[in-house]
């Protein structure tokens, strides 16, 4: 059946419409999800709290499932109520938040751009934290916890605390553990972990909040060398990811 010139220009106004939101949340380094009904045409995109275009009214399952693609990467077709919807997640690059700027950040950092994330280093120690020991990388030099406060820390963040100052360290995981960061990594040996988790605790935290933080840091793979401790921190970053996913 053709659609009447009246359908079709709303139709176009609303695929411009969500156009135009999706390049808002990517410009923002949001997540946003697209949502396409492959028979009726019906559309909508779910950017943060806030849904845009034709959700149906009676499928609130298909809107639940949608928004938990959120926290997922690629495509998807998913049956409701005799239609097939494309479920789209649009996203850009992971992002890495590296707390301190010590020896394993040299050699992590590289690793990580090149596993596709987009990093950060923020360290107020201008003298650890600069370009020349640091090339090429976006750096921060002011407190952690402060630079957090303005960053949106989502599903797609993850945060590593290597500076082995408490001072530095235990704000900023503080901030983490506010957030909705999908990994939260401490460097530290298993007695002075114990030792944080008993402050952070103090401060409110309970016993699954503070159990998001992997500490000691990175998989169990023996190595001790700065480029081997980085390489445990990123696979066990690559982990939760696709444990995130399942």
């Known amino acids: 059946m ?8 709303r139709t176009d106004t609303m695929k411009r419409d969500l156009l135009e939101q999706a390049i808002k949340a990517r410009d923002a380094k949001r997540s946003s999800v697209l949502v396409r009904g492959l028979k009726s045409g019906a559309r909508f995109l779910i950017d943060g709290n806030q849904v845009f275009g034709d959700v149906p009214s ?9 928004k938990n693609a959120l926290n997922k990467d690629g495509s998807q077709a998913v049956e409701f109520s005799g239609e097939t919807y494309l479920i789209q997640t649009l996203a ?7 707390i301190g700027a010590v020896h394993i950040a040299q050699k992590l950092i590289p690793m990580a751009m090149i596993a ?6 923020i360290d107020p120690r201008k003298a650890f934290a600069s370009s020349e020991r640091f090339p090429g990388i976006n750096i921060v030099n002011d407190w952690p916890h402060e ?9 797609r963040t993850a945060v590593v605390t290597l500076s082995h100052d408490a001072k530095i360290d235990e704000p900023a ?3 983490a553990l506010e957030s909705g960061a999908f990994y939260i990594g401490a460097l530290g040996s298993q007695k002075n972990h114990a030792k944080r988790i008993q402050r952070l605790a103090a401060l409110g935290f ?21 480029a081997e401790i980085a390489v445990a921190i990123l696979a066990q970053i690559i982990q939760a990811v696709y444990q995130q996913n399942r």
């Open 206 to 226: 309970d016993e699954k909040a503070l159990a998001r933080i992997a500490g000691p840091v990175g998989l169990p793979l023996g190595g001790r060398s700065p």
């Open 173 to 175: 995981l503080q901030s």
């Open 92 to 98: 850009g690059p992971r992002r890495l938040l590296i």
């Open 116 to 121: 596709g994330y987009e990093v950060q280093l």
């Open 2 to 9: 053709r659609r009447s010139h009246r359908g079709a220009d």
């Open 147 to 155: 630079v957090m406060k303005t960053l949106q820390l989502d599903s």
């Open 58 to 66: 009676t499928l609130s399952g298909l809107l639940e499932y949608a």
